[in-house]
């Protein structure tokens, strides 16, 4: 399983960037049930906040319920969690909190962390995916080397 990080909600949907297309490919592929991911209330809740500083909060609304939608069952985040991700947060400079506790829940479920954001890959034991296209190539081909 893979967990996506707000950096991709936000690629997917965004203006041209490095990895707009790359984040449309993987959103496209688990739409099509090529892939399975989820992420958490609290990414969706992140994306609904910076989108619709960008566009009107019906955009934002609209779209944070399509990837509910998408991405639903979505990994919740407890109290262990919460615990672990401010340890890593403490111990890890260039990995921000909300970062830290979406690592310390995608950890807790043994998933992947597709992210724009480099500071994941300081994690240990976590498998960080940068949401490029040599990476959503990856997991798309990890994914069909698996289910055939």
Same mark, same amino acid.
């Given at each position: 399983?893979?967990?996506?990080?707000?950096?991709?909600?936000?690629?997917?949907?965004?203006?041209?960037?490095?990895?707009?297309?790359?984040? /449309?490919?993987?959103?496209?592929?688990?739409?099509?049930?090529?892939?399975?991911?989820?992420? =958490?209330?609290?990414?969706?809740?992140?994306?609904?906040?910076? /989108?619709?500083?960008?566009?009107?909060?019906?955009?934002?609304?609209?779209?944070?319920?399509?990837?509910?939608?998408?991405?639903?069952?979505?990994?919740?985040?407890?109290?262990?969690?919460?615990?672990?991700?401010? /340890?890593?947060?403490?111990?890890?400079?260039?990995?921000?909190?909300?970062?830290?506790?979406?690592?310390?829940?995608?950890?807790? =479920?043994?998933?992947?962390?597709?992210?724009?954001?480099?500071?994941?890959?300081?994690?240990?034991?976590?498998?960080?995916?940068?949401?490029?296209?040599?990476?959503? /190539?990856?997991?798309?081909?990890?994914?069909?080397?698996?289910?055939?």
């Amino acid at each position: 399983m893979i967990v996506l990080d707000t950096t991709v909600l936000l690629y997917a949907v965004g203006t041209e960037r490095r990895f707009r297309e790359p984040c /449309r490919a993987l959103i496209n592929a688990i739409s099509a049930g090529e892939l399975t991911a989820t992420t =958490t209330v609290e990414a969706i809740q992140e994306f609904t906040h910076v /989108r619709a500083r960008r566009r009107d909060r019906a955009d934002a609304v609209e779209l944070s319920h399509a990837y509910l939608d998408l991405l639903a069952p979505l990994l919740v985040v407890d109290e262990a969690h919460l615990r672990e991700g401010l /340890r890593l947060f403490a111990s890890q400079p260039a990995l921000g909190s909300f970062d830290a506790v979406l690592a310390a829940t995608a950890r807790a =479920t043994g998933a992947a962390v597709v992210s724009a954001d480099a500071a994941f890959a300081s994690v240990p034991a976590i498998t960080h995916v940068m949401p490029d296209d040599s990476g959503v /190539r990856h997991l798309l081909a990890s994914h069909r080397e698996i289910h055939g």
